[in-house]
């Protein structure tokens, strides 16, 4: 579980970087939903569904992503919560690259372990 917990501390180390440098508010509720949303979403669909487990086509996970984040998107412009800036874009599809490399190493690393078990 090393190598885990070394995307996650890598992960938060850039995304802090990157707030910071965009002026992103992270911890407010909106902000919190909306990277929560993207992480796991790219954890399930992308690192797991798509790469790991080959059971979904990457076609098929873009294009599902699309419509998650789309309709988020839409949903908050029509709620006037936040408007469409280049920056919180950025944000997004980093959120959805890490929890993609996320979900893909935790699952490697949760087979190894499995794995190991059953040899003994």
Do not use: C
């Not at 995304?15 to 002026?23: E, T």
């Not at 790469?51 to 599902?64: E, M």
């Not at 944000?91 to 890490?98: A, E, P, R, S, V």
Request: hydrophobic letters at 55%.
């Amino acid at each position: 579980m090393k190598l885990i917990s070394i995307v996650m501390i890598a992960g938060l180390v850039l995304l802090y970087f990157m707030d910071a440098a965009f002026k992103i508010q992270i911890m407010n509720p909106e902000m919190l939903i909306h990277s929560a949303l993207r992480f796991f979403t790219g954890f399930i669909l992308v690192g797991i569904g798509v790469f790991y487990a080959h059971k979904i086509q990457l076609k098929s996970a873009v294009y599902l992503i699309f419509v998650l984040v789309l309709g988020d998107d839409i949903m908050d412009y029509v709620r006037k919560v936040e408007d469409f800036r280049f920056e919180i874009t950025i944000h997004g599809i980093y959120m959805l690259l890490w929890g993609s490399l996320t979900g893909y190493v935790f699952m490697r690393q949760l087979k190894d372990k499995v794995d190991k078990k059953s040899l003994q």
